[in-house]
């Protein structure tokens, strides 16, 4: 997958992503646009893109066994690593279907010799807030 970043900067602050975050997550205060602001102002993250399924000749996927997976947030790191994130809302935490995506990332990530990372974020996990668990993720 080839992302092209705009760096154009302008009153909605496009600067890490080319859209404005009402384009990139659709959902005005939604839980995945919370998700979206933390990755936008996280200092590691230099460019990020909402991965749309509606978009499969763009988008980045993994294999599962019920088909693809379009995780929803690819980010580029400052230190040059990709961080895949998935964010899920709570009712989904123990659905087997989300748990094997979670699962592919992980060994997806494990395999990337590492040049990535890929983390199943949560509004709260063990206590941490996205924030949190970003920077859990990164290291």
């Known amino acids: 997958m080839q992302c092209v970043f705009d760096p154009v900067k302008d009153a909605t602050n496009r600067a890490k992503h080319g859209v404005s975050l009402g384009e990139a997550v659709r959902l005005d205060g939604s839980e995945e646009w919370l998700c979206a602001m933390a990755l936008d102002q996280h200092p590691q993250v230099r460019h990020w893109v909402r991965n749309l399924d509606s978009e499969p000749v763009h988008a980045f996927w993994l294999p599962t066994s019920a088909g693809r997976f379009y995780p929803d947030f690819v980010c580029e790191l400052t230190d040059g690593r990709v961080f895949v994130a998935e964010y899920k ?51």
């Open 89 to 139: 809302g709570d009712f989904l935490r123990n659905v087997p279907k989300e748990i094997e995506k979670g699962q592919v990332g992980r060994v997806w990530a494990e395999r990337s010799n590492g040049r990535a990372v890929f983390a199943m974020l949560f509004k709260l996990e063990r206590g941490m807030d996205l924030r949190q668990q970003i920077d859990a993720a990164l290291g």
